[in-house]
């Protein structure tokens, strides 16, 4: 960035957040830090993220011991999978399709035309609730019949899991910013309670009764991959080649997915567009 020479760069900030969160730098490195976040939108809303994830678990009353345990871990996983961090990211998340990992903060678009790689997004749900995260279905009535059915034929019954807490259905029959508002608050909920991972499965209703047009749809897409970044979740979108036209595919599968999982390999995704320019 630009700016005087006691401004930090943005891998140094990162270093520096907690400690310039909680008052603990000395004062020139206090003035660097304060000089880069004026000028830096990106560091801001990472700070921000920082202190709501934080200070949410602050809220729960645990005690001491426990707090102090996940914010280390959350400040390690802001750290190693930040926004600023330019380097790969580390994939441990088994996805449970096609034997690929992800990483925390993915967004994947995953094409799909045969109906043996639709029951697969089951997979992808069932893979998280055997390691006792918690999962997010957001689809058109069909899917999210098909997708049930799968985890009740590989063991999970719907009432059990919704009743430990560990599977949610947002409604896609709303405006876009209100999708995005439910996904946030069900990953700071589970970050919260201390949970691993969210895994969140869209098979969004382009053209369904009740659901936006697909201008809001896309909207949704390229909202998704800021909002879950720096947080431990890894989010799935199905996208149906047989049924989709070519403009629905290309913007909201192609344009919208920084990675893709098509034939069992999971791929950056060079025709992928960040999310200020997307919507133009």
């Known amino acids: 960035m630009r700016g005087s020479l006691t401004s930090v760069r943005c891998r140094e900030f990162v270093e520096l957040a907690t400690a310039y969160r909680e008052g603990a730098l000395a004062s020139a490195e206090r003035a660097g830090c304060d000089e880069h976040v004026r000028a830096c939108a990106g560091c801001r809303a990472y700070l921000a993220q920082m202190e709501l994830v934080i200070d949410s678990l602050r809220e729960l009353g645990r005690t001491e011991a426990v707090d102090r345990v996940e914010k280390a871990r959350l400040v390690g996983l802001f750290r190693t999978h930040g926004f600023h961090n330019g380097g790969l990211r580390e994939r441990t998340v088994p996805l449970g399709i096609a034997n690929a990992f992800a990483a925390p903060g993915d967004h994947i678009g995953y094409f799909w035309e045969h109906e043996r790689q639709l029951d697969a997004t089951a997979d992808f749900l069932a893979a998280g609730l055997e390691r006792d995260e918690v999962c997010v279905l957001l689809g058109h009535d069909a899917a999210n019949a098909r997708v049930l059915a799968g985890l009740e034929h590989r063991g999970f019954q719907s009432d059990d899991i919704r009743r430990r807490d560990r599977f949610h259905t947002v ?72 049924a989709l036209s070519g403009r629905q595919l290309l913007l909201g599968g192609l344009e919208s997915h920084p990675l893709t999982l098509r034939h069992s390999a999971l791929r950056r995704n060079e025709h992928y567009v960040a999310a200020e320019t997307f919507p133009a």
């Open 171 to 242: 409604s896609g029959r709303q405006p876009a910013a209100a999708m995005l508002r439910d996904i946030d608050a069900r990953i700071r909920t589970a970050v919260g309670d201390g949970v691993p991972m969210v895994r969140i499965l869209g098979h969004l209703g382009w053209g369904h009764p009740g659901w936006p047009a697909d201008q809001d749809i896309l909207s949704l897409e390229a909202g998704v991959t800021e909002a879950v970044r720096n947080f431990p979740s890894v989010v799935l979108c199905a996208y149906d080649v047989r």
